[in-house]
């Protein structure tokens, strides 16, 4: 089994924020691969699906951002899951909007969401998808996450996400190294 991290917020005040880009990317993957019926497991939505003969778990934490890591440790609890089978999948400031790239352990660069899921687990290796939300020029990032995208930024923002669906599918039929051989370009 391979479980698909999807960091966001939960509740309509927060569907479309940049924040909840990897409940975007989760959901669209969902859809794409015709998931399971949504199930509830203590602190997260979940689903199941198959794809390239693997068992998939997609996984929208139900805990507030800064403390997914009590969603993960309540999951592998349930799924004792090794880091090598998990992909979270997260917003980030530091890359250009349309842009993702896949990281293999290292800091939390301050994403408050990812520096819970590391502390939960202890460490900070496990490989994570980073969608790229931008920098705002002159506004404080707390608040700017928290925004919708605008509406010029939608198509861009979108065609992020099905790219984003498509690493994933490459990561589980090719593993890693392929997937980022292909998008960390």
Do not use: W
Request: include cysteine.
């Amino acid at each position: 089994m391979f479980a698909v991290i999807g960091l966001g917020n939960p509740g309509r005040k927060y569907e479309g924020t940049r924040h909840n880009a990897g409940y975007r990317v989760t959901g669209a993957l969902a859809e794409e691969l015709s998931a399971g019926r949504p199930f509830r497991l203590s602190r997260s939505l979940c689903a199941t699906a198959t794809y390239a003969g693997n068992r998939l778990l997609l996984v929208q934490p139900l805990t507030y951002m800064n403390l997914s890591g009590r969603a993960l440790l309540e999951l592998l609890r349930k799924y004792p899951l090794s880091s090598k089978e998990l992909l979270l999948i997260h917003d980030e400031l530091d890359l250009p909007l349309g842009t993702i790239r896949f990281k293999l352990g290292g800091s939390s660069a301050g994403h408050q969401g990812v520096q819970s899921v590391i502390e939960s687990m202890g460490s900070p290796e496990f490989l994570r998808l980073r969608f790229g939300i931008g920098r705002p020029p002159m506004e404080e990032a707390a608040r700017y996450v928290l925004q919708p995208f605008l509406p010029t930024e939608l198509t861009q923002a979108e065609e992020a996400v099905q790219t984003a669906v498509e690493a994933v599918k490459l990561l589980i039929e090719g593993g890693p190294v392929a997937a980022m051989n292909r998008f960390n370009r």
